[in-house]
């Protein structure tokens, strides 16, 4: 409800990465977000484009790039690299 009364805006991904880094000292932090569960390539890289949106510095990948063979997996990063390179 306190989010709701200061008109904290939360309705995307984006929103509440933004949310959060502007948290971590005025966004003078770097903020690098954890991947969560295994997800498929689109997942990943849609999660990724939100979080880049939002300002975030990065993403911690595990499982869903080294889960994944070694072919996929770099291709995988290779695109994420991309997104945060802008």
């Known amino acids: 409800k306190a989010f709701e009364k200061a008109n904290v805006?939360?309705?995307s991904l984006a929103?509440?990465?933004a949310f959060v880094i502007?948290?971590?000292f005025g966004g003078?932090?770097?903020?690098i977000f954890s991947g969560g569960e295994a997800k498929g390539?689109?997942?990943?890289?849609e999660e990724v484009k939100a979080?880049?949106?939002g300002g975030s510095f990065g993403s911690i990948m595990g499982r869903n790039a080294f889960q994944?063979?070694?072919a996929e997996g770099v291709k995988l990063l290779k695109q994420v690299m991309a997104i945060y390179k802008g």
């Not at 003078?28 to 903020?31: G, N, S, T």
């Open 22 to 24: 502007q948290g971590c």
């Open 9 to 11: 805006k939360l309705d």
């Open 41 to 45: 390539e689109a997942e990943v890289l």
């Open 51 to 53: 979080l880049a949106a």
């Open 68 to 70: 994944r063979p070694k």
């Open 15 to 17: 929103d509440r990465a």
């Open 28 to 31: 003078r932090r770097i903020v």
